[in-house]
């Protein structure tokens, strides 16, 4: 296999991670904000190419609307684990590539990564400074750990994340208090079993990270923490990796 070299745009670590794409419409969610992260990502670049993992989707309900709307910003390949081999996406990858994983089920996600060889792969092209941007489930996939999921396993025994950012993330935290004051008493469990720091994303946050600190670039980033007796919740806009 082919060893690939960042162009030297890339910074070392580059992750962009969200709840949601946007308001979604009736047939296609609105993927503006994800459209203006990929064109400032890719908008210098010699080769530029999107790579869609649409594992977490069963049905793949939106990898048409996604290589039709995202080809203006370069070559958009479509890499569902059962249709395009590992050694396949490694030989089409271009230095220029970015990574965008979507919505659905982490669980599954991460098995069929699993399974097909395809997560050490990607884990070491976006350690190693490959963009990578997430929402839902595919921000899941980036963290510690899949425990942080809204849904429940339904069977899947693989489900080892990428753990590219040292933290377990969980999207979609609610604004509204009674049903925040829930999520968190379920976050902090997850915390304190898992042994990790939790940072759940609102709606319509986006969260940033660059190997070295994590910063809302939207707000509605929470810290969730209940390793070792500490019950800690509080929004925060950026975070020192240390």
């Not at 590539?97 to 069929?112: E, I, N, S, T």
């Not at 849904?151 to 040292?166: A, H, Q, R």
């Not at 377990?168 to 990790?196: A, M, Q």
């Amino acid at each position: 296999m082919r060893e690939l070299k960042r162009s030297a745009n890339w910074r070392e670590l580059e992750l962009h991670l969200l709840s949601l794409p946007g308001p979604r419409g009736e047939s296609a969610p609105n993927v503006e904000i994800i459209y203006r992260i990929c064109d400032s990502i890719l908008e210098s670049t010699e080769r530029p190419q999107i790579i869609y993992i649409p594992d977490a989707d069963r049905d793949n309900r939106f990898g048409r609307f996604t290589k039709e709307h995202f080809s203006t910003l370069g070559e958009v390949i479509i890499a569902s684990t059962d249709e395009v081999p590992l050694a396949e996406l490694a030989a089409r990858l271009s230095d220029d590539a970015l990574f965008y994983l979507p919505g659905g089920d982490p669980y599954r996600l991460a098995h069929k990564l699993h399974i097909s060889g395809h997560l050490g792969f990607v884990r070491k092209q976006v350690a190693g400074g490959f963009p990578y941007v997430g929402f839902s489930a595919g921000a899941i996939m980036a963290g510690a750990t899949t425990q942080t999921s809204n849904i429940e396993n339904e069977g899947y025994s693989n489900v080892e994340t990428l753990s590219v950012l040292p933290y377990g993330v969980n999207p979609h935290f609610p604004t509204r208090t009674h049903e925040r004051r829930k999520r968190i008493e379920h976050l902090l469990r997850v915390s304190k079993s898992d042994d990790t720091v939790i940072l759940a994303i609102e709606d319509d946050a986006h969260m940033v990270y660059n190997g070295q600190k994590v910063i809302a670039e939207r707000p509605g980033m929470w810290l969730v923490d209940g390793r070792g007796g500490s019950k800690t919740a509080e929004p925060i806009v950026a975070l020192n990796v240390g």
